[in-house]
């Protein structure tokens, strides 16, 4: 019986007595983990963090929002920007101060800080408003695209948490300047960009789980790509409130097909960077060139409208009709010659030889703050408030130097990981920051100061929460590991919110004594 019963093992097993097993193919990984578009599970948690994060924020941008003020008139640059959208109210839409040509941004944040204007009258809190939302939008966009660029609703968290407590924004949100809405509307392309990358890859991650990827060597078609034209009319307004927005039309537009190359790649298609060329080079062009541009002329609708705008009616008068670009349409060349005015201005805008403005800066001196701007101050006794008979009420354009003064070492680890790791997260905040950033050492002889880097915060922010990240250490790490890393995140989070709480009284123009104004100038740059 032992004979047969081997023999029947044998007979039907014969593997077991040395013939190799037959060859497997190992499972293939779940496609849209091997895409990287896992990690985003706690929708609920992540709205509840966004609207807490967004109303404290916007409690703290509106807060007080009618002072301080010059005697009831504008203080700073709101003298430029209040009274022309105040004069957008009286005549249809456009400025009316031809004699001057002053008018030399475009129109869009003008007319939305017309808007407050128009709701609550010509006064500090009509013409702020606005700026308060947008800046309110900002701390909601980006706890956004801090949550989907780490995966995790902490960090998105603490992005929000971030801007909320950063000076420079919380001044720039609640006086009526350009600034806010140029980091309004790069911030959101950004966000929007972000949304479109993942769903690249989630529709990517569909074909490969239906076998279609090899269907041609260049790879699937992905239909229209609705965020990623959300980016481009975004963009298109941000060149709306000011022509820089054009260095991040330019620097998104590369970013994304460079997204487009790797997914296909991290896909398997067999020729990825072709592939891009054939599928979505084209739709890239349509959505982040031809549609900014688009909605950029679409912003300036009240000029086309009207019949008293600044140079409205140029060709014919200043332009002749004639000419290799007689067919363009006569509104499109008269405001080409006003832009070319305007480009002008700015070109012949350079610092006075001995003359500087007091507070003006250069951009070397911008990623840490060293030269920040007054933008309000009263003092002596006709400020009250402060429990002495001579206060001090300023108010001063200031980064928080917590978070600010890491931007070096921020920025040098942020390019590491972008060139040795090739981690696109890195690379996706440097483009953000260097776009708003570089472009200023093109002509060091122009006028400059700290305001402009307004766009550029929200990327020192996610810097700066990308580097947390890597101190917190990743889920799976050892208890210690994470309690460590969690400690450290808690005290530099409770380092930047308690720099904010002590400058806050010259942030928001609070009346504090003299000994207190002095103590809050921590730098000769300051003063």
């Known amino acids: 019986m032992g004979g047969r019963g081997e023999g029947a093992v044998l007979t039907a097993s014969p593997e077991v007595v040395g013939t190799p097993p037959p060859l497997r193919t190992p499972p293939s990984p779940d496609p849209r983990r ?8 706690d929708r609920l948690r992540g709205w509840v963090v966004t609207i807490v994060l967004g109303v404290l924020g916007g409690v703290l941008r509106f807060a007080g929002l009618r002072y301080p003020t010059d005697q009831g008139t504008p203080v700073f640059d709101e ?8 004069q957008m109210l009286q005549n249809g839409g456009v400025e009316d101060n031809p004699g001057y040509e002053l008018t030399v ?24 408003v606005a700026a308060a939302a947008a800046g309110t939008l900002c701390i909601v966009l980006i706890i956004r ?3 989907r660029l780490t995966r995790s609703t902490l960090l998105g968290g603490v992005a929000g948490l971030l801007l909320i407590c950063d000076g420079l924004s919380h001044v720039q949100s609640r006086i009526g300047m350009l600034d806010v809405f140029s980091a309004l509307f790069v911030l959101a392309a950004f966000t929007t960009m972000l949304r479109d990358r993942d769903d690249v890859r989630a529709r990517t991650a569909v074909v490969m ?10 790879g699937p078609r992905l239909g229209f790509r609705w965020w990623r034209f959300g980016t481009g009319v975004l963009l298109g307004m941000g060149c709306a409130v000011k022509w820089s927005g054009i260095y991040w039309v330019v620097g998104f537009a590369v970013l994304t097909v460079l997204w487009d190359v790797t997914a296909r ?6 020729r990825p960077w072709v592939g891009t060329v054939r599928r979505d080079l084209l739709p890239a062009i349509w959505a982040l060139a031809l549609v900014p541009f688009l909605t950029y002329l679409a912003c300036w609708w009240a000029w086309f409208g009207s ?9 014919g008068i200043d332009v002749g009709t004639g000419g290799p670009f007689s067919f363009v349409p006569d509104a499109l060349r008269s405001l080409w010659y006003y832009s070319g005015k305007v480009l002008a201005f700015h070109e012949s805008l350079d610092t006075p030889p001995g003359n500087p403005h007091p507070w003006e800066s250069k951009p070397w001196t911008w990623p840490m703050g060293l030269r920040p701007m007054l933008y309000y101050y009263a003092g002596g006794s006709d400020v009250t408030g402060c429990g002495e008979s001579e206060c ?20 040098a680890w942020a390019l590491w990981r972008a060139v040795t790791r090739f981690d696109w997260r890195y690379v996706a905040v440097l483009v953000g920051y260097g776009a708003g950033f570089l472009p200023w050492f093109l002509n060091l002889n122009r006028q400059m100061y700290f305001f402009y880097m307004a766009p550029v915060v929200p990327f020192l922010v996610l810097g700066t929460v990308l580097v947390m990240g890597e101190v917190l250490g990743r889920a799976r790490a050892q208890r210690e590991r994470r309690q460590t890393g969690l400690l450290v995140v808690a005290l530099w989070v409770g380092l930047i919110v308690a720099n904010f709480a002590w400058l806050w009284p010259i942030l928001d123009g609070v009346a504090i004594t003299q000994s207190q104004w002095q103590a809050e100038l921590w730098l000769p740059s300051w003063r």
């Open 392 to 411: 001090v009420s300023a108010v001063m354009l200031i980064g928080t130097p917590a978070l600010w003064w890491p931007a070096p070492v921020i920025g």
């Open 79 to 86: 003298k430029h920007y209040v009274p022309q959208a105040w």
């Open 209 to 218: 789980a239906e076998g279609r990827v090899d269907d041609t060597v260049y």
């Open 307 to 315: 019949e008293t705008a600044i140079d409205r009616h140029a060709v």
């Open 105 to 128: 941004h475009p129109p869009l944040a003008k007319q939305l800080i017309a808007i407050g204007e128009w709701i609550f009258g010509y006064d500090s809190l009509g013409w702020r």
């Open 34 to 41: 091997r895409l990287g578009v896992d990690g985003l599970d």
């Open 265 to 270: 790649r991290a896909a398997g298609v067999q």
């Open 145 to 147: 695209a801090g949550r």
